[in-house]
């Protein structure tokens, strides 16, 4: 996905959810609905950041 920040582009992607259903059910203002179990992966922060112009490794 490409984004702009302050006319600096960038690239970044979304992190994978997953579902899983859990077999619950629960109720909230008087609708019921099954409950879900999400994960999410981690994402690979890149090595060289930049911060106010400035270039730096983690």
Do not use: K
Not at 41 to 50: C, E, M, V
């Amino acid at each position: 996905m490409q984004l702009t920040y302050r006319g600096q582009s960038y690239e970044t992607s979304a992190p994978a959810v997953d579902a899983i259903s859990t077999g619950e059910t629960a109720t909230f203002m008087g609708r019921s609905y099954f409950r879900r179990q999400f994960t999410i992966t981690q994402r690979q922060q890149p090595a060289d950041l930049t911060y106010r112009g400035v270039r730096y490794t983690r």
